[in-house]
């Protein structure tokens, strides 16, 4: 003898946990030289810290560093001698924006 439960639930439409992110026309560039990913960024909508996280193509974080834009402006680098060659996601955000962007290494 089995039995059916039917359950009903009503969603909230504006989910409390999620914060609303600032649209930016800032620029992402990345580049591979000399065994560097160069990572520069420009147009940011503040100068609040902001995180560059290096992903694999599977979603798996390689590095994460806490960096704060100057004007708008922000110039890194993050050593890839022990990456193999593939597909990479550089991401760069706080709070208020996010900027992703793939970078190839050969």
């Known amino acids: ?3 059916t439960r039917i359950f009903s639930f009503k969603l909230n439409p504006r989910p ?17 030289a ?10 940011l909508p503040n100068d609040d810290n902001t ?9 798996k ?5 806490w960096v704060k834009p100057q004007s708008g402006k922000i110039e890194n680098k993050i050593s890839i001698a ?5 597909t990479y996601l550089v991401r760069i ?3 208020k924006y996010q900027l992703v ?6």
């Open 16 to 32: 409390a946990a999620v914060q609303s992110i600032t649209k930016t026309n800032g620029d992402l560039v990345v580049y591979e």
């Open 61 to 65: 974080q390689l590095t994460s560093e």
């Open 51 to 59: 995180v560059i996280n290096l992903f694999d193509i599977n979603g």
């Open 93 to 95: 955000g706080n709070v």
């Open 82 to 86: 022990n990456l193999a060659a593939g």
């Open 101 to 106: 962007k793939k970078a190839i290494i050969n």
């Open 34 to 43: 000399n065994g560097m990913l160069n990572i520069n960024a420009s147009s």
């Open 1 to 3: 003898n089995e039995r």
